[in-house]
């Protein structure tokens, strides 16, 4: 079997070998998983176990994204507390290696539900308690006290959302190939309502269904979420700008529908759309129960999570454009900029 791109296997069984010998017991074999349009993860084998292996994508990148060590160390730092992340492996800084920064972390058994084909079967029933439990996990994330658990110095919640701004702003300037109608307005729009920033917690930055595993046998206590990945953009910030981009992505899901059968020409996931799965009203009113915090002014948050989305969106688009994206899924991608902006600007009014 040849190396999945962007993986090198005979260097990564030589690092691993000397740096965690346990974990190698054969020659080693890997597979892309199949979804990922930003840092790239594969299901690493050795014939006896399994492992993920996460590294960047190849390319364009902005110098402060795709952070290796910070995704590494928020997992760890949360290994002890009720917030579900995979174990912690080995973690490697050196590009000599890979090409680039990378970690090992525990394989977790669970389906990362991203359309909703995949929900429809499991009935609305256990397709609410899936997503009651999603809003729950991000309360119990925003709950975790950062100094408790070695982040401290994991982010600045002072001027948090200001920054937000200008790092989403910087990335855009970073990706942009074309003309955008309109994402100067948005940017505009943003710079000029920047709210006071709230309480400072763990935010994951990208928390939606298909970023947790969802498994319906572990411990005997079905559909339990088993892990919380991509933590890519975690930070201390303001915890609203995690469930305004949860409502982001579902607004999108549900005026937005995607063109094909199985969720095919969605924008990032249609899993919203399933029968049971919360409304966006329901999602703010459970998530304000568990926190206990003030939801009622959500249009900033709102706004500035299209204005991520775009960006990200077309930071995906620039890579495609230039051959440097790994998988499949990417044709379209720079269609969806514009619905994205559109709603941007009608939240921030």
Known sequence: MSDPKGLDLAALQTWLTATRPDLVTGPLTASLIAGGKSNLTYTVSDGSSEYVVRRPPMGHVLATAHDMGREHRVMAALAPTDVPVPEMLAHCDDTAVLGAPFYVMQKVSGTPYGRAAQLEPLGAVRTRLITERLVDTLATLHAVDPSAVGLADFGRPDGYLTRQVSRWKKQLDSSRSRELPGMDELVELLERTIPDTGDGTIVHGDFRLDNVLVDATSDGDGDRI????????????????????????????????????????????????????????????????????????????????????????????????????????????????????????????
């Open 226 to 349: 088993t892990a919380v990945l991509d933590w890519e953009m975690s930070t201390l910030g303001d915890p609203l700008t995690d469930v305004a981009l949860m409502l982001a992505y579902q607004q999108l899901a549900e005026v937005a529908p995607p063109s094909g059968p199985a969720g095919k020409g969605a924008i990032v996931t249609d899993a919203p759309l399933a029968p049971g799965y919360l409304s966006r009203d329901e999602v703010l009113a459970r998530y304000a129960a568990a926190s206990g915090r003030d939801v009622s002014d959500i249009g900033f948050h709102l706004a500035l999570s299209f204005f991520k989305l775009a960006v990200i969106l077309e930071g995906i688009h620039f890579r495609h454009s230039q051959g440097q994206t790994v998988g499949a899924g990417f044709d379209g991608i720079g269609d969806m900029i514009a619905p994205l902006i559109a709603a941007g600007r009608a939240a921030s009014r």
